[in-house]
């Protein structure tokens, strides 16, 4: 019972989150890594994780991200430098 609990909750959080931002266009690279998030992805997303997972250059990574960042639709987390890591942004 708690485990459907658990996947219907993240269900209907990764439908309010697509609603809420149902206006900003995204590519299918960041479609993919942000659905990614909902649907399990462990530890910190960073660009070079972005790069392998969507298979693009680091530059096309940080590109997508710094798109999603400008929508709102990722946030930076507190760690910097070299650690910069991202999560989705709170609807």
């Known amino acids: 019972m708690e485990s459907t609990n ?3 909750s993240n269900v209907l959080q ?4 697509w609603e809420h931002f149902a206006h900003q ?8 890594l942000i659905n990614m998030q909902f649907d399990g992805f462990f530890g910190k997303l960073t660009s070079s994780k972005w790069a392998k997972i ?3 250059s680091p ?3 940080l590109n997508d991200i710094k798109d999603l960042l400008e929508k709102g639709m990722l ?3 507190k760690e910097g430098g070299r650690s910069t890591n991202y999560s989705l942004a709170d609807v």
Not at 14 to 17: E, G, I, P, S
């Open 75 to 77: 946030v930076k987390n």
């Open 6 to 8: 658990e996947t219907l």
């Open 14 to 17: 990764k439908a309010r989150y």
């Open 25 to 32: 266009p995204v590519n299918e690279r960041q479609r993919k």
């Open 59 to 61: 530059d096309t990574a």
């Open 54 to 56: 969507a298979k693009c």
